[in-house]
């Protein structure tokens, strides 16, 4: 009997290693090698080259494509492979053609950084391609080095001192999003009071930490819209009375949100004088730096930064001004321990902990962030920082705040707009004026879809103060001065013709 | 005067456009164009050709380098540029050379998928280099309807009806905590009542819930550890017993998380036995697939996957069982308004709605998610479902399925191994029997010692119940029968050497 088991054992095993031989041979599609890999390589680099070379030529603002033609094998996600070539060409074709063009020069819409530069692209692809994981020191030590590298260089631009700790996340949502729950856990906030707890913005503050709010389980939190001052910014004597208000109410102030760029204007908050109120109330103090944190590489830029370096959190988007793809965010912790005690629970690999292979003296990233697996995000600024040099960003950064200046210069000289704000960073607000008797806000409505109905360039609406003002955001790395002409003339034209229609 | 001015001001405006033309040669080099674009292109394909020709010479286990040499250029953030190839090259090495090698065939730990397929990898750079946006729909209807393409397929795969939401996350910590905020929100609890609310999960559950819970305000809330039984599975019993015990208790149970596949022994929970529980107590019921989801694929696993198709939420990982690369999750909510109302604020792009150019009748992906600015996540799915197609997937999993019960079958044939558990999905689980007198745990934690030591293979640990078991997780597309065998004479060499020294 023990026989005749072995012998249908053994031909079961038989059986089993002829099934996985077999396997092998049918999966070996996934490995792709060899001339295959480099056809791969090819087609794909072609494509983006041309979608680069073709950009001018492209639309920028949203195109909304009814007449694209459907295909079943293009469209269903279906049993069998489609060829390569045809499938990257028709991804291409469809995503360039689908929206609004984010690497476009004459994008002015939303914060624009221009997609990437070239070697960002590449540290998407570099880490994917090599299976790098950068959550922990374990998986790899180098990996994360870089990041923190890359976390003490943002910290040191803003003046952190040692102590600091942070993440590189998705973008500003995430990063806020943690910076909330570490505010709340620093403070040892209990679930009961979350509703008596007052966090304090201007209505010019991202809309990030009202979502974010939610997200950490204080929906019922109070947020302030603190007052602002003219020039669209908080007031920090508004803002003491509001504490002081709300303490004596029996109410818990503990945060305060400090805009250096708003996304609508590119107001910048007064940290300074909002550090001092927050020291005196003892409020966490976060300054959202997402848009115009790496405007503090340009040396006259220094005092409108003047404050964060006393802040407890910063959030700074390199997708926006270090012109990287987008989807990378870095949040800094000024206590590095506040954000460990928030994040972690010491469980990351700790089957390892006191193994030889485990750097116990190293905080892992998963244990400074909500992530675990996360891309090796790190490598699209390292590869672009160490390629170029800080210098040349350094210069870009000061290009878009001149070409900003000089857009605003130009409008003004026409005499037919009016420009309520001084451009701070690199955001210009403005609306045309109206013959006599023509509505303001429905003329510049009108004016802006004119703008934009071409695709020529894109820009947004501004509105406050229940006025409609448009608004162009210089940032994208490949604007230049003939952009910014090509944008006034259009506008200068259209409300030319608009003005005419409509006396 | 007047005159004067104007001159003054036509001077300023020269002096300006001069600067700018300026500054536009300057950060000329951030625009990669021509010539040096090719060779970007070039010198990176080769590096990461000759890291996938060279893969198997590398070691698979972590390397904690202590050799590397140095060098100021490299390693600080500096002013100036540094030749493209040599940051490339040098980035190459450091990540390669610098911990676990999660692209390698015999590399079992964690939950290694191989770290991604070619068209995976390009799918990370191509959305990069073409700046796509695929937070709203304005930004690019095209690629918005490729990830809800990708989401549908998904919720199809488990069973889910119509009028599901999901969002492309970087992985699944951040959809568990977003389901944790939907499955909060959806129970209207009160923050005051946080303390009071209890999640039912079992030892094995991933630690994400509890790190999760941590995120969403949560942390006072209850975390019951649900007894399992001896295969490791959630017993619904144990967990109706707790349900009542903490409704007596006045306490306010709300949500259930079951696992379709463990990540330390793959162990399935009983879903459909766990959702008649959760039927009767009005429990939202989540699953985590994150590892096991894509195991749905293959007919012979439908079995376990049953009673899914009852769950309130799904998060499955296509950066394990789908093979694409780091960073890529999947969340599925059955009743999508639910993940509507929890995430959105309804202010993306709100300045453009009834715009003609904003499709109100689509939710935009960042209000079905905490994210705004993520990376376009789902090209790393479709660009290898389309052109591997769907089988050779399922091909793929059956492989691994049966690697693993192979795998087991040898370990048990030399009947000097324990084998605690059946491999359900592809983890093994096992330890070296030992003479008599010696530790059995001190003796397995040795052998692990020995079998990674010269990183030929890479498995850890898995304690459970006090004992030190090893662990074998196949799930590398690149795994095959050799790749086995060899990892199954090595511990049996390795075994027997220290069977010798122990006696």
Partial sequence: MAQSNGNKESAEDDNLCQMLADLKVRTSALEVQGAERDSMTKTTAELLKAYDDNLLKLTCGPVMRTDRESSEVMDEISENPVDFDLVVKDFKDRLVSAGVNNG???????????????PASLGAFV????????????????????????????????????????????????????????????????????????????????????????????????????????????????LERQINEDKEAGLLPF??????????????????????????????????????????????MKQLFSGVERSDSIVVNPHKGLFTSGGVGVLVVKEGEKLQQCCSLEQTFNFFKGHSIFSAENV??????????RPFRGAQMWLPLKVFGVGVFRTALEEKLLLARYFHR????????????????????????????????????????DLISDGKIFITPAVFSDQYYLR????????????????????VEKRGHLWKSSR
């Fill in 410 to 449: 130009k409008l003004k000289e026409t005499g037919e707009f009016e420009l309520p704000l001084e451009p701070e960073l690199s955001v210009v607000v403005f609306r045309a004026t109206v013959p006599p008797g023509v509505d303001i806000n429905n003329f510049n409505q009108q004016l802006l879809d």
């Fill in 364 to 373: 892992s990233p998963s244990e400074l962030s909500f992530e675990l697996t």
């Fill in 255 to 300: 945060l305060v949100v400090a805009t250096v760029g708003t996304t609508l204007t590119g107001s910048v908050d007064p940290v300074n004088d909002i550090a001092d109120v927050c020291d005196r109330h003892q409020l966490w103090l976060h300054v959202d730096a997402a848009y115009g944190g790496f405007f503090a590489l340009c040396d006259e």
């Fill in 127 to 238: 880490p994917a391609a090599l299976a790098t994981y950068s959550g922990a020191h374990l998986g790899n030590a180098e990996a994360v080095q870089m990041e923190n590298r890359l976390i003490k260089w943002v910290a040191d631009l803003f003046g952190y001192p040692a102590g600091h700790a942070g993440n590189i996340s998705s973008g500003g949502s995430l990063a806020t999003l943690t910076t909330l729950a570490v505010a709340r856990d620093s403070r040892e906030l209990k679930a009961a009071d979350f509703h008596r707890c007052v966090v304090y913005c201007s209505e010019f503050t991202h809309y990030a930490v009202q979502k974010g709010l939610r997200a950490v389980g204080m929906r019922e939190a109070i947020l302030r819209n603190t007052p602002v001052d003219k020039a669209l910014k908080m007031t920090a004597a508004a």
């Fill in 472 to 491: 162009v955001c210089v940032l994208c790395f490949k604007t230049h001065i003939e952009h910014i002409d090509m944008c006034f003339s259009l506008i």
């Fill in 104 to 118: 476009h020069p004459t994008f002015f819409g939303f914060i624009n950084a221009g997609g990437g530069t070239y």
